[in-house]
């Protein structure tokens, strides 16, 4: 009796499941397909408060830092929010904010291209502003002793 009740609840499962998609359909380029979106409208799909659509961002691309020698992280265009209101945290004196964007811009929306930075800005619907490219200031420099005169006097000095 339990074979036959074993069979008949195993029947009904397969009737009632839902057909199988293998996971290479899934992932192929032939299951993505491409929507048409108007200037902003991403935004409002994504449940981001209506305040926080209305934002002006800045889109630059930063200059090299101090410390930095070589042109490897130069040519970024980075996306920045301008800041809301702060406040002093009466208890431990940090800086506050109701801002949810406030630290988002330094670390993650970095772009190739102003180009793309712009898209991203007109795709959430915020107003933009570009700064101008800092361009790097990087020269080839000569050896330190161009002409080997110099370099056997300063030689025969350390002596």
Same mark, same amino acid.
């Given at each position: 009796?339990?074979?036959?009740?074993?069979?008949?609840?195993?029947?009904?499962?397969?009737?009632?499941?839902?057909? #199988?998609?293998?996971?290479?359909?899934?992932?192929? %380029?032939? $299951?993505?397909?491409?929507?048409?979106?108007?200037? @902003?409208? *991403? =935004?409002?799909?994504?449940?981001?408060?209506?305040? #926080?659509?209305?934002?002006?961002?800045?889109?630059? %691309?930063? $200059?090299?830092?101090?410390?930095?020698?070589?042109? @490897?992280? *130069? =040519?970024?265009?980075?996306?920045?929010?301008?800041?809301?209101?702060?406040?002093?945290?009466?208890?431990?004196?940090?800086?506050?904010?109701?801002?949810?964007?406030?630290?988002?811009?330094?670390?993650?929306?970095?772009?190739?291209?102003?180009?793309?930075?712009?898209?991203?800005?007109?795709?959430?619907?915020?107003?933009?502003?570009?700064?101008?490219?800092?361009?790097?200031?990087?020269?080839?420099?000569?050896?330190?002793?161009?002409?080997?005169?110099?370099?056997?006097?300063?030689?025969?000095?350390?002596?």
């Amino acid at each position: 009796m339990a074979g036959f009740v074993q069979r008949v609840g195993q029947s009904l499962v397969r009737a009632h499941r839902p057909p #199988q998609v293998s996971w290479k359909r899934c992932c192929s %380029s032939d $299951a993505l397909m491409e929507l048409e979106t108007k200037p @902003g409208e *991403v =935004g409002m799909v994504s449940g981001i408060p209506e305040q #926080q659509l209305k934002r002006r961002v800045i889109i630059y %691309s930063p $200059a090299r830092t101090a410390s930095q020698q070589g042109s @490897g992280k *130069v =040519g970024k265009w980075k996306i920045n929010f301008l800041s809301t209101h702060k406040w002093e945290n009466p208890l431990m004196g940090w800086t506050s904010t109701g801002d949810p964007y406030a630290n988002v811009g330094e670390a993650g929306l970095e772009f190739d291209s102003e180009e793309a930075a712009k898209a991203f800005a007109e795709k959430y619907g915020w107003e933009y502003q570009v700064k101008k490219r800092h361009t790097p200031l990087l020269k080839v420099l000569t050896l330190y002793f161009p002409d080997v005169e110099t370099y056997i006097f300063r030689l025969s000095m350390v002596d």
